[in-house]
């Protein structure tokens, strides 16, 4: 059994007609029209293969593939087509395109499987239309109800249970994704990252999903004058916040497994006047890991030197946290699956995390999940510059063929 590249090829650039914003990226909101046009295509394609398309709660699209015998778990694969503002080519589209032509193989080829295979194309993955993420998964596994989906709002005010009726969709009465109906799910996704294209390699098995702590911080000194202050009598906020700044790369450096990444994205800085010593400062601070504990000494350590440099330099603090997601370990057993069937195809492999929220972080409440990545060039995402090369895709279609083959035979 052997995928066909010129099919992925045709089946990303048709997809990716439909945008909102032709010439300036690919936009491509949930239930919109270009997304429905989208979503159109790939359910015609499964219906050519004789797969039972239907609409899940939340919006999803699944396309079933009916296996050797009634009753059993399906093997699950898909990813996602709705984009960011100005998005790529890729993101979710790879992984939908690569489930599309590994069940297009499995029904010309029909290997022996038992279990139906479902390709799935999850809605609302990026929050760009309603503002949360995952909606569609979330939706599908019950973690939001109906009243969720007629509270959630797009910028003109309509909701995502309305929308989704505008656009013409209605969930079947088929019930919620519980445990058991599911042998395992495996997405495959475009990296967002440089680890792949550093080390040349075209596949990284995904491990977890990192955790996120974030926290709100503030220094607080003296705003004084800046030219009548001598230096030695100053309470300056923001030389403050640049010592701790720096250590929170070194920390993050430091950290055992050299995976941990620290980031402060956002500071603040009051009056902000060149001629004024900073008397507040407020930045922000995210933690991320595989590992809660490394997520939670990372921590620790930046806390303890935020206080001993305010200490030193007569400077009080405030460290607010603003949100927890704890890390989500993927199943060992896929991992494990998708390991042996590269080496059977002569892939070599990478075992990462993945620094980005999947619809496969939700998915693990309900079965055991797998995730492939293939490289994106120079690590771009979610802008027009986002690329992946085929052949890459093509490599991860085909290790996605073979270890759905395996779970469903
Ligand atoms: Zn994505």
């Not at 295509?41 to 899940?56: C, F, M, P, W």
């Not at 479902?118 to 909606?135: K, L, Y």
């Amino acid at each position: 059994m052997k995928v066909r590249i010129d099919r992925i090829a045709r089946d990303i650039e048709i997809i990716n007609s439909f945008t909102s914003t032709p010439g300036r990226g690919i936009t491509r909101f949930t239930f919109s029209e270009p997304y429905m046009q989208a979503r159109a295509y790939l359910a015609e394609e499964l219906q050519k293969i004789g797969a039972r398309v239907a609409t899940t709660p939340g919006g999803n699209l699944c396309g079933r593939i009916e296996g050797g015998m009634t009753g059993l778990p399906s093997v699950m694969t898909g990813s996602h087509i709705d984009s960011v503002l100005h998005g790529g080519r890729f993101d979710g589209v790879a992984g939908v395109v690569a489930a599309l032509e590994a069940a297009r193989v499995m029904a010309e080829e029909k290997p022996a499987h038992r279990h139906p295979v479902d390709v799935v194309v999850f809605a609302e993955e990026e929050g760009s239309r309603f503002g949360s993420v995952m909606i569609g998964s979330r939706a599908w596994i019950g973690k939001l109800t109906s009243e969720d989906l007629n509270r959630l709002k797009d910028q003109d005010g309509v909701s995502y249970a309305a929308a989704m009726a505008d656009a013409g969709i209605a969930p079947e009465a088929a019930s919620l994704l519980r445990p058991g109906m599911v042998k395992a799910m495996i997405e495959l996704h475009i990296e967002q990252s440089l680890v792949l294209e550093s080390k040349g390699l075209s596949i990284g098995v995904v491990e977890g999903i990192n955790g996120i702590k974030q926290f709100a911080v503030s220094l607080t000194g003296v705003s004084n004058h800046a030219g009548a202050t001598p230096m030695g009598l100053r309470h300056d906020a923001l030389q403050g916040a640049a010592r701790v700044i720096a250590a929170v790369e070194e920390i993050a450096v430091q950290e055992p497994g050299a995976t941990t990444v620290a980031t402060v994205g956002v500071l603040t800085c009051e009056p902000g006047q060149a001629n004024v010593i900073p008397g507040k400062v407020r930045f922000t601070l995210d933690i991320r890991d595989l590992d809660s504990g490394r997520i939670d000494q990372a921590a620790r350590r930046i806390m303890s030197v935020i206080q001993k440099t305010c200490q030193d330099r007569g400077l009080a603090f405030d460290i607010q946290p603003r949100s927890d997601t704890p890390p989500v370990r993927l199943s060992k057993e896929v991992v494990r699956l998708i390991e042996t069937t590269a080496r059977e195809k002569g892939i070599k492999t990478l075992r990462m995390p993945s620094g980005a929220l999947h619809d496969s972080s939700i998915l693990p409440e309900v079965t055991e999940v797998g995730m492939i990545f293939v490289p994106s060039k120079a690590g771009r995402s979610h802008c027009p510059e986002e690329e992946t090369n085929l052949e890459d895709i093509g490599a991860g279609a085909e290790l996605l063929l073979g270890a759905v083959a395996k779970l469903a035979s």
